[in-house]
């Protein structure tokens, strides 16, 4: 059992819909990630929250919108997707001190489909 | 800038033999290493660390890797493959900012393993 918790495991959804993603962490981590990865690729980056705070968007395009709205819950807001948005999405979340030695916790993901 | 380079995108191995899977890694000061491991449709999970203390890195079932600064290497290994090691592994480096890291990746190789 992992210990950052992603909820929904699937999600079919048309290009005009509205979803969330959602994410829980209770490690007391004060950093946390979200990740988009295709298959046979590893992780990109696309946010970092740091002490709820958002530190990093790598460019993300305005369809995807995130939400830290305490320590322990991280969202993706998803709106007017496109097919080439269908991938794994990944949250991770990490000690607040920066150290390079704390590593990143991931969940089991969110598998999206865009249709 | 930091980067890490898998040197196999694939590796076959028998049950029974030696895992040896390579990563070689760039860095400007002392880096703090990751190698994680992903099944299918999971996230990723943790194996072990290298964080300047032993060279030896012992990590979670029965893999370690060892730390070369002369030859900028991080190699993994196991000495007895299970079924169950069949996964995508990456080979990680942290670059820390203040309260969050950013995690450069590998591209991973996946592991195959025949009975």
């Known amino acids: 059992d992992t210990e950052v918790t992603q909820t929904p495991k699937h999600l079919v959804m048309g290009m005009t819909n509205k979803k969330s993603l959602k994410c829980e962490q209770h490690m007391g981590h004060r950093a946390m990630y979200w990740y988009k990865q295709k298959a046979k690729k590893p992780p990109e980056l696309m946010f970092v929250?740091?002490?709820?705070?958002?530190?990093i968007n790598e460019s993300v395009p305005s369809r995807f919108s995130p939400e830290c709205p305490n320590s322990s819950l991280l969202n993706l807001h998803l709106h007017a997707l496109q097919p080439e948005d269908s991938a794994l999405y990944l949250c991770a979340s990490s000690h607040g001190s920066g150290l390079r030695d704390q590593p990143q916790h991931f969940g089991d993901g969110t598998r999206l489909s865009i249709l | 800038a930091q980067s890490v380079t898998q040197l196999d995108s694939h590796v076959s191995v028998s049950e029974g033999t030696p895992v040896l899977l390579r990563c070689n890694y760039s860095?400007?000061?002392?880096?703090?290493l990751f190698w994680y491991v992903q099944h299918p449709n999971k996230g990723l999970q943790l194996l072990l660390k290298y964080t300047s203390a032993a060279t030896l890195v012992k990590g979670i079932n029965g893999f370690e890797a060892e730390f070369k600064k002369s030859e900028t290497s991080f190699h993994l290994t196991k000495p007895s493959a299970h079924m169950s090691d069949a996964a995508e592994y990456f080979c990680v480096v942290s670059d820390p900012d203040t309260g969050f890291q950013k995690l450069v990746f590998g591209t991973g190789t996946r592991l195959l393993v025949s009975p």
């Open positions: 860095s400007s000061y002392s880096p703090s």
């Open positions: 929250y740091s002490y709820e705070k958002l530190s």
